[in-house]
Every structure is written in C-alpha cells, then in structure tokens.
C-alpha cells in the first residue's frame, strides 16, 4: 500500500511537471519570436514567474508579460545607473544588505522613516535600481529577495504617500513577479495601522501573504523571523546581534562597480549567460498564509 501510495504521488507530481512544461512552450509560441533586451529578459525562468503570477494560465501570464515589457521599454531599468539615484541614497532609506538570509537571498533594506526627497519619479527610479540590483546579486540557485522594513523614525509625517506606497506595490507585484520571498515589517507604530488598512487594499494575494508583521513581544512572530536570518547577521534594528551600519561612500562604490557587471550582462553578454545569473528552478521557503497582526 505504501508503495502504491508512493506511486500515486510521484506520478502526479510528474504529469503536474509535464502540464506545466507545456503551459510554457506555449506561452513561448504566444509570444512568438522576441529579439534584444526583451529577449534577454524573458528566460525560461521568468516565464515561469508569470505563470506562477497567474496561477499558471497562460493567457493571463502572457497578458502579465506583455504588460511588464511595455513598462521597461519606457522605464527603461536597466539603463539606470547609480549616479543618476545617488541622492536619493544619502540617507540609506533603501539599500541591499551586506548579509543575506538563511537561504541565501540577497536582503534589502527599507527605513521609510528616512525619507529625504520628495519627488516620487525619482524615489521609484531609485527603488527599481535597487531591485534590479539585487536581482542582478543573487546566488546560481536562488531567485527571489528579501525585505527588511525598519520603522524606527517613522511618523505620519514622513511616512510614504499612499500614492506612492501604490506605486511600488504596483511595480513590486506586476513587473517583478514572485521575486518577494518575504517582507518583514519590524515593529511598526501603532500610528502605521490606519496607513496599513489603506494600503493593503492594493496588494494582491500572492504578495499579501508574503508580508510578515513581527513584534518584539509576540514570539511567534520572532520566531517566524528567526527561521529566514541568523540572528548574528541581523541587525539590532531588527532584533539581531549585528551593528547596522550604512556608509554612503562605501555603498556607492559598491553601486559604480555592480553598474559595470549590469553594462555587460544587458550589453555584452549572450542570453545563455543570462542563465546562470537567474535559475529556471523555484526557491525559498514556504510560509503558511497567517492573519496580519497588529501590536496589542
């Protein structure tokens, strides 16, 4: 029985592969013939991150797609670079960690409460610059990324306009498709639940249930955090042992050399490159859906 069980499970598992399979040949034959940078972008593995999006219907992953590559032919992100975003930096609002989490992901970090700008063009310039390159940092097997939102500082006077909190939920869930693996909100403010009951409105499914709420005092939620970050790594922001440290002319250094290596993997680099920056497998720990809490 047990083997006839086993059986059962590996032959479903194997026509669920053979299905999905097929659903991207056809999405491919959809799309029909690509050529540059769009090219380059839609590897076997980002179509399957738009068939995932769209719980693998094909009509609505390729609609998805169309829609993300008429975006980047305006936006244009991989065209940024950091002297063009640097003073949205100075601050260390948003920046890629120097440490990654348990599964290797590379770590961005949010402290809203930072907020040095006004214009909300050139905070999402900055934001999808961040993103690419954290994308463009990850390791052979991994696929997706990790936010770390720190709300010390944070008040509804410097808090993130709705418009454009709206935005880079827009640009996050339809334009980097299940490329959140989680997202941490690290102990916000009462004050942040009025903000929190607009906002979530805007968040789809598959991206609401990635947003984790950790409080200090709730260990659930300390220990749903300590699954995905060694707490040596992780900043005393965040509950950790490790100093946060953020220096602006170190980062950009780091910013100006990553804008070569993101020069020649758009420029130079043949598409079968583009494979071994970006797997064509699935990654990242499963997290059970749970209900967003708010500080007692």
Not at 68 to 86: A, C, G, M, Q
Not at 224 to 241: A, H, Q, R, W
Not at 258 to 274: C, E, R
Not at 283 to 294: F, K, L, R, V, W
Request: aromatic fraction near 12%; include cysteine.
């Amino acid at each position: 029985m047990f083997r006839r069980k086993t059986s059962s499970k590996t032959d479903q598992e194997s026509n669920e592969t053979a299905l999905r399979e097929a659903k991207l040949k056809e999405l491919k034959a959809l799309l029909g013939q690509l050529s540059g940078r769009s090219s380059l972008y839609c590897s076997d593995a980002c179509l399957k991150r738009y068939l995932e999006a769209r719980n693998w219907n094909v009509g609505k992953a390729k609609k998805m797609l169309e829609e993300t590559l008429k975006w980047r032919s305006t936006f244009k992100p991989e065209d940024i670079r950091w002297n063009e975003v640097s003073g949205e930096g100075v601050t260390g609002k948003v920046y890629k960690a120097g440490f990654h989490d348990r599964s290797g992901r590379t770590v961005l970090i949010l402290r809203p409460g930072l907020q040095n700008t006004k214009s909300l063009d050139n905070q999402m310039k900055h934001l999808v610059y961040l993103i690419e390159n954290a994308i463009l940092n990850l390791p052979e097997d991994q696929e997706q990324m990790s936010w770390l939102i720190d709300f010390t500082d944070w008040t509804l006077s410097t808090s993130v306009p709705i418009k454009s909190a709206r935005e880079t939920i827009n640009i996050l869930q339809n334009h980097y498709p299940e490329r959140l693996a989680v997202a941490f909100l690290y102990n916000p403010p009462r004050l942040f639940e009025a903000f929190w009951k607009i906002v979530k409105y805007f968040i789809d499914a598959k991206t609401f249930i990635k947003v984790k709420f950790v409080y200090p005092k709730n260990p659930e939620s300390v220990e749903l955090m300590s699954s995905f970050f060694d707490e040596k790594n992780l900043p005393t922001e965040f509950g950790g042992k490790a100093l946060l440290q953020y220096n602006y002319e170190e980062f950009s250094k780091q910013m100006n050399q990553d804008d070569v290596k993101t020069a020649n993997f758009w420029g130079l680099v043949q598409s079968n490159h583009h494979q071994q920056h970006v797997s064509s497998g699935f990654s990242g720990a499963e997290i059970a859906p749970e209900p967003i809490q708010t500080n007692p």
